[in-house]
């Protein structure tokens, strides 16, 4: 199994700053992926980690607001930029292996933005 | 868009077992179903997965229909601590394609 780690665990920003979120896994990963858990709802993926390249976003996210990078394949980040109090959320990091195999999550870094 | 439905909410009786259903009808033949629970304020936590045969864990079975379009996630002996949100997902599993997209799940109130 892997554990994933991220930092900070959580946070309170001012609106129209941005926060950097981190996430390590202990082995390497084939995937990465970053999901938003707002109030309440179900985990939506905001885009997929690419080693090495851009990131693929899902619909409704862009490269702009939410900057993600993955030197290696085993840390990524992901930027919350810009933040209003819309973003206010739990983001969460996963990473698996592909064929058949687990994926596995973090703990979450639950951002609050005033 | 997630590919399954499930039951929003759902009680079970302590020590009871809790069958959790899972729909899935327009599964492809080389997506897998797997399920995961998120216990209030942690994340997801890996259950189960199966492609067409029955599964079974030291946490939970997993009975997939033989047309594979349904499935039923059973915990056999509900504890309080089994009380969370539990998600049914089908994933092609490869080592290059491996998204995995999360529906509204069944949220599972074990009562004593």
């Known amino acids: 199994s892997a554990v994933i780690s991220q930092k900070p665990s959580r946070d309170i920003c001012q609106r129209g700053t941005s926060l950097t979120i981190q996430c390590q896994v202990d082995s390497q990963v084939t995937m990465m992926f970053w999901y938003r858990q707002q109030p309440g709802q179900s985990l939506t993926l905001i885009a997929t980690a690419n080693q090495g390249s851009e990131a693929t976003y899902e619909s409704g996210f862009v490269i702009d607001k939410f900057p993600i990078s993955r030197p290696n394949l085993t840390f990524s980040t992901l930027t919350v930029s810009n933040m209003s109090p819309e973003d206010s959320s739990i983001y969460l990091c996963s990473g698996g292996t592909g064929a058949a195999g687990e994926l596995f999550f973090g703990e979450g870094s639950r951002l609050t933005v005033l | 868009d997630a590919k399954t439905t499930q039951p929003p909410s759902m009680d079970c009786a302590e020590g009871r077992a809790a069958n959790l259903p899972c729909n899935h009808s327009?599964?492809?033949?080389?997506?897998?179903v797997y399920w995961y629970r998120q216990i209030h304020s942690q994340g997801p936590q890996y259950i189960i997965h199966?492609?067409?045969n029955n599964e079974t864990n030291e946490m939970a079975s997993l009975i997939i229909t033989e047309d594979r379009k349904s499935s039923t996630l059973i915990l056999p002996h509900a504890t309080l601590r089994d009380t969370a949100v539990y998600y049914c997902?089908?994933?092609?599993?490869?080592?290059?394609?491996?998204?995995?997209?999360f529906g509204p799940g069944t949220s599972l109130s074990v009562i004593p």
């Open positions: 997902i089908v994933r092609v599993a490869s080592t290059s394609y491996d998204k995995v997209i």
């Open positions: 327009t599964i492809s033949g080389n997506e897998y």
């Open positions: 199966g492609l067409k």
